[in-house]
Structure formats: structure tokens, C-alpha cells
């Protein structure tokens, strides 16, 4: 149920950094024809891209490590019997863990203190730009504690066949 509910969310997640993404690039594409061959920047493009970008590449982590494909230096894990890895695998997910609660935590704190300031441009506030960050790690615990549950679900259930056996 829970998985199914995740599975969900990812997927929307990914539809809406599409979108993000796509409506970037049209204002960037914007902003460049009117500089350049209308001679008359628009005065809005750049920040609201800015803007764009920081949602996109802060939903983007949840999604990453949804789908597993964050970069990682395996190559010593790789050497150590399976029990060991998946325990350092467990052990990773728990600092990621504190990581995206800990930041979850202070862009919150970000978002209070930069309430009542605008980007100046777009006229909005700050804390609308900065709102992205604890989103996305709120989305990542949930993300991380999922795949915790599997790991310790699955080491669990391999102790229970060395002890049956």
C-alpha cells in the first residue's frame, strides 16, 4: 500500500519536473530571441527561470533515489560479504536520513526567516523559491525510509533462512 502510494508521487514528481524543465527552457529560449534579436530583454525570465530550476532540481532528489541512481563509490562495499553490504547499505540510508531530515528542518527555518523579503524581477516571495528544499527532503525521508523497510526486511529474511537451515 505504502509502495503503491510512493510509486505514485515519484510519478507525479517526474511529470512535474517535466514540466518544469520544459517551461525553462521556453523562457531561457524567450529571454535570448528578445535580448538579442528584438533588443529588448524581458525582465522577468531570468529570476522566474531561477526559480524553475531550484523546484526542478530539488524534486529531482527524491526521484533519483527513488529509482536507485544516485552516484555512489561502491567499490570496497563490493567486496564485503553480502550480510556486511546490506548492513552498510542500511547504515547509508539512516545519514541520508538524518541529512534530509536535518535539512528539511532548516529549510524551514529558511522559509520563516525569508518570509517578508521579494525576488526582486517577479515580485514573490523569497520563501516561495526556497520552499523547495524542505518539500523535496520531506518527499526523500519518505523515499529513504521505504527503501530502508526493504533492506531491513531482506536481511531479516535471510537470518531467518541461516537460522532454518
Known amino acids: 500500500m505504502y509502495l503503491k502510494m510512493l510509486d505514485k508521487v515519484v510519478w507525479v514528481l517526474e511529470k512535474i519536473v ?3 524543465l520544459g517551461v525553462a527552457i521556453v523562457i531561457i529560449a524567450f529571454q535570448v530571441f528578445f535580448r538579442y534579436v528584438l ?3 524581458l525582465w522577468w525570465s531570468e529570476q522566474t527561470a531561477r526559480c524553475l530550476f531550484v523546484w526542478m532540481m ?3 532528489v527524491p526521484v533519483i ?3 536507485k541512481g544516485a552516484v555512489a563509490f561502491d567499490l570496497i562495499v563490493e567486496m564485503l560479504p553480502v550480510k556486511s553490504r546490506e548492513i552498510i547499505h542500511i547504515l547509508v540510508q539512516c545519514v541520508i536520513m538524518l541529512f534530509s ?3 528539511c528542518y532548516y529549510g ?3 522559509c520563516i526567516e525569508t518570509g517578508d523579503r521579494i525576488i526582486s524581477g517577479i515580485e514573490i516571495p ?3 523559491m526556497y520552499a523547495a528544499a524542505p518539500v523535496a527532503m520531506f518527499l526523500l525521508t519518505l523515499v529513504i525510509l521505504e527503501q530502508m523497510a526493504q533492506e531491513v526486511k531482506a536481511l531479516l529474511g535471510k537470518q531467518r533462512e ?3 537451515k
Do not use: A, G, K, T
Open 101 to 103: 531530515v536535518s535539512y
Open 18 to 20: 517535466m514540466i518544469l
Open 108 to 110: 524551514i527555518q529558511l
Open 39 to 41: 533588443d529588448s530583454p
Open 65 to 67: 533515489f527513488h529509482r
Open 58 to 60: 530539488m524534486l529531482s
Open 126 to 128: 523569497q520563501n516561495l
Open 162 to 164: 541461516e537460522v532454518e
